[in-house]
Nanobody
Framework: QVQLVESGGGLVQAGGSLRLSCAASGIIFSDADMGWYRQAPGEQRELVTSITRGGSTNYADSVKGRFTISRDNAKNTVYLQMNSLKPEDFGVYYC?????????????WGQGTQVTVSS
């Protein structure tokens, strides 16, 4: 049974920082491409950042230079360091794992963690 458990969300003032964690179980973590998505009320879920099995990263333009994704394969955990937070970073942040299980990629999701940024 695959489980992704996020933690680290909360309320922070604009300009502040938060660090999200996502602990994975039930998968071979080192085989997974990992990502963080966020969803604001009434909006579609959008990709914030991702990191491949090989460590290559990708960021949405809106978070470049402020957010950093990293992974620790020994701990089966992916992190999202969020600095210089803005009110528009508000939303529920979801951890995502993409794993290739022949013949297709499969997506797994965490339950989400709320991030609120006050101005």
């Amino acid at each position: 049974q695959v489980q992704l458990v996020e933690s680290g969300g909360g309320l922070v003032q604009a300009g502040g920082s938060l660090r999200l964690s996502c602990a994975a179980s039930g998968i071979i973590f080192s085989d997974a491409d990992m990502g963080w998505y966020r969803q604001a009320p009434g909006e579609q879920r959008e990709l914030v950042t991702s990191i491949t099995r090989g460590g290559s990263t990708n960021y949405a333009d809106s978070v470049k230079g402020r957010f950093t994704i990293s992974r620790d394969n020994a701990k089966n955990t992916v992190y999202l360091q969020m600095n210089s937070l803005k009110p528009e970073d508000f939303g529920v942040y979801y951890c995502n794992a993409k794993i290739f299980t022949f013949p297709r990629w499969r997506d797994y999701w965490g339950q989400g963690t709320q991030v609120t940024v006050s101005s």
